[in-house]
């Protein structure tokens, strides 16, 4: 079994800043790849940021220039800094790993997700 749990979420007004922080722990022997989704009510499910292990973070256009992803491969953590707030990144926040598990298998877990709203 894995777990995500994700903290940091609120609510803050436009042009503020959050940072989200999201914890994997379990059976895990390595992780490929942690990321963050969004998904706002009546919209599809969206990638906000991803970082592979070892690897160059990716952002969604959306997001791209205000938010910064960044992982602690030691400690299966992954963290999201975001900037620049405004109310279209009103959602809820979603960690998401792609986990070698303990005994070898492969899998993609979700945190619970962490409601973030922008609003004065």
């Known amino acids: 079994q894995v777990q995500l749990v994700e903290s940091g979420g609120g609510l803050v007004q436009p042009g503020g800043s959050l940072r989200l922080s999201c914890a994997a722990s379990?059976?895990?022997?390595?992780?490929?790849?942690m990321g963050w989704y969004r998904q706002a009510p009546g919209k599809q499910r969206e990638l906000v940021a991803g970082?592979?292990?070892?690897?160059?973070?990716n952002y969604g256009e959306a997001v791209k220039g205000r938010f910064t992803i960044s992982r602690d491969t030691a400690k299966n953590t992954v963290s999201l800094q975001m900037d620049s707030l405004s109310p279209e990144d009103t959602a809820v926040y979603l960690c998401?790993?792609?986990?070698?598990?303990?005994?070898?298998?492969?899998?993609?877990?979700w945190g619970q997700g962490t409601q973030v709203t922008v609003s004065s």
């Open positions: 998401n790993a792609d986990v070698i598990s303990t005994r070898r298998e492969s899998g993609v877990y």
């Open positions: 970082i592979a292990r070892g690897g160059r973070p």
């Open positions: 379990g059976s895990i022997f390595s992780i490929n790849a």
